[in-house]
């Protein structure tokens, strides 16, 4: 009995010194998260050092980006094109290669491999072997509650295999222009070989944005999945995302949002996508690599609202609505074949969608655009890019009448004494020279005003010259007129 109590104060002993000895091994971990998110939160925002450009927040991931939906403009840069870890934010890609190759209403099969192959704890909403869902109901599971299951069930439907869908993956991102992405499965589970970059997920998920199924869908706050064939029960499903639905919290919530997605694994830290309106734009956020604190959200949800807020800095324009420059009619009323045409018509035909964004103390004009032509089996058609400060806010395209050359027959009109003008005559109209001539035109003012600009610059320092010239001068004749004195006394 003495050995048997002695062996446990023994133990208890060894248990007491193990834990104080842990103890300054806990506070120096602490320590080192601590010095880690402040480093991420002092690293360069390069869009801060854009001329005349709005300074955006700090925040705690190791890269960030704000980035208009429609035309694509980046507002927020913080290390961009880094390579991180994307965990579940993978899903977006997956979605939208779902919507793009399936229908809604097609009945997705779930494999053994599909619900047995995820890892054990990760995300998931119990799906069997053999279990039917449709795609839509699969696209709830896997963007509202990440269920890991339900990517791999798409991506079998869609592709045979994991494997052979990633290839789909990676085409689809080298064809929206990713930089740095390559993907190894459907679900974003870690893998070393699985990765991409805030940047190639703000592309992915703008693409994913142009279609309203994966807006409606992503942007649930809560949806009941029906009763199937191998499950009895209905099951109540919940978006992760705080600031859509509070799935552990309300005090994130924000109904400007309508889209977003989230990610974490141990590798890849936390992930978040956002998606939300500020000043009459849609605006998606990403940021990537944020380390969590003891409260809730801080500082995932923070930093997004904050970046998010950032954006009312910036205002749209419709470029067709406010570019003149490019526009040329005719301001002549006439009548052609008996019929009165009174309005002014144009030569060119601007994208009626494109936008410009510019911070918000700037006017359209103090974009500068600049014009290439293409030639197109359908017509001729040229491109108006518009550049602010060195930062490319926008661009449209320009379509060139298809038939380059027209003729107007003006038939005979009747004057007011009832007397009848010449005959039918022809005018020849050459489009394509037109155009040519105002952008020739353009660009001698364009010179014009740069060699003005130029000329108003030095205006300065040559008058700065000819003062110092003059009061050298000066100088000069007054010690002359002083020596002339000396020698006539």
Request: hydrophobic fraction near 35%.
């Given at each position: 009995m003495g050995l048997k109590k002695n062996l446990i104060y023994r133990l208890f002993l060894s248990v007491l010194i193990a834990s104080f000895a842990l103890i300054p091994l806990t506070a120096q971990a602490a320590q080192d998260v601590e010095a880690q998110s402040l480093e991420a939160y002092n690293k360069t925002i390069e869009s801060n050092s854009w001329e005349k450009w709005p300074i955006g927040p700090a925040v705690y991931a190791q890269s960030a980006i704000v980035m208009e939906a429609d035309t694509g403009m980046i507002l927020y840069a913080k290390d961009i094109e880094q390579k991180n870890y994307p965990a579940s934010i993978t899903k977006i890609m997956t979605a939208?290669?779902?919507?793009?190759?399936?229908?809604?209403?097609?009945?997705?099969?779930?494999?053994?491999?599909?619900?047995?192959?995820?890892?054990?704890?990760?995300?998931?909403?119990?799906?069997?072997?053999?279990?039917?869902?449709?795609?839509?109901?699969?696209?709830?599971?896997?963007?509202?509650?990440?269920?890991?299951?339900?990517?791999?069930?798409?991506?079998?439907?869609?592709?045979?295999?994991?494997?052979?869908?990633?290839?789909?993956?990676?085409?689809?991102?080298?064809?929206?222009?990713?930089?740095?992405?390559?993907?190894?499965?459907?679900?974003?589970?870690?893998?070393?070989?699985?990765?991409?970059?805030?940047?190639?997920?703000?592309?992915?998920?703008?693409?994913?944005?142009?279609?309203?199924?994966?807006?409606?869908?992503?942007?649930?706050?809560?949806?009941?999945?029906?009763?199937?064939?191998?499950?009895?029960?209905?099951?109540?499903?919940?978006?992760?995302?705080?600031?859509?639905?509070?799935?552990?919290?309300?005090?994130?919530?924000?109904?400007?949002?309508f889209s977003g997605k989230t990610g974490y694994t141990t590798d890849a830290l936390n992930t978040l996508v956002t998606c939300g309106e500020r000043n009459d734009m849609d605006v998606i956020v990403v940021t990537m690599r944020t380390r969590s604190t003891g409260e809730k959200g801080v500082p995932?949800?923070?930093?997004?609202?904050?970046?998010?807020?950032?954006?009312?800095?910036?205002?749209?324009f419709n470029i067709s609505e406010n570019e003149n420059t490019f526009v040329v009619g005719n301001a002549y009323d006439f009548s052609v074949d008996s019929n009165d045409l009174n309005s002014s018509a144009s030569l060119i035909s601007i994208d009626e969608n494109s936008t410009v964004i510019l911070p918000n103390n700037v006017t359209f004009t103090d974009a500068v655009p600049s014009i290439t032509f293409e030639e197109k089996e359908n017509g001729n058609k040229a491109y108006l890019t518009y550049n602010y400060e060195g930062q490319i806010v926008g661009k449209a395209s320009i379509t060139l009448e298809e038939t380059t050359e027209e003729e107007f027959a003006f038939s005979e009109i009747e004057s007011e004494e009832g007397e009848h003008r010449q005959g039918p005559k022809f005018i020849t109209i050459n489009l394509k020279i037109i155009f040519i001539v105002i952008a020739v035109i353009l660009g001698i003012l364009l010179l014009i005003f740069s060699i003005y600009k130029l000329y108003e610059k030095n205006r300065a320092k040559i008058r700065k010259a000819m003062n110092i010239l003059q009061k050298r001068r000066f100088l000069r004749r007054k010690r002359y007129r002083s020596r002339r004195r000396r020698r006539r006394r």
């Open positions: 939208l290669l779902a919507l793009e190759n399936c229908e809604l209403n097609e009945k997705v099969e779930f494999s053994y491999y599909a619900t047995h192959s995820i890892e054990y704890g990760s995300s998931s909403i119990a799906r069997t072997e053999g279990e039917i869902l449709t795609v839509e109901e699969t696209l709830y599971g896997l963007m509202l509650s990440s269920a890991n299951e339900c990517a791999n069930a798409l991506a079998e439907h869609i592709a045979g295999s994991n494997e052979e869908f990633a290839v789909l993956m990676n085409e689809k991102a080298k064809e929206l222009g990713c930089v740095n992405t390559h993907f190894s499965n459907p679900s974003g589970l870690h893998d070393e070989n699985h990765y991409t970059c805030a940047y190639d997920m703000a592309l992915i998920t703008k693409a994913a944005l142009e279609n309203e199924d994966f807006r409606r869908i992503s942007g649930t706050d809560y949806y009941t999945l029906r009763a199937t064939n191998k499950n009895d029960e209905e099951l109540w499903m919940q978006n992760h995302h705080y600031m859509i639905a509070p799935y552990r919290t309300n005090k994130y919530l924000d109904d400007t949002i995932l949800f923070t930093d997004t609202a904050a970046l998010l807020d950032y954006a009312n800095n910036f205002q749209k």
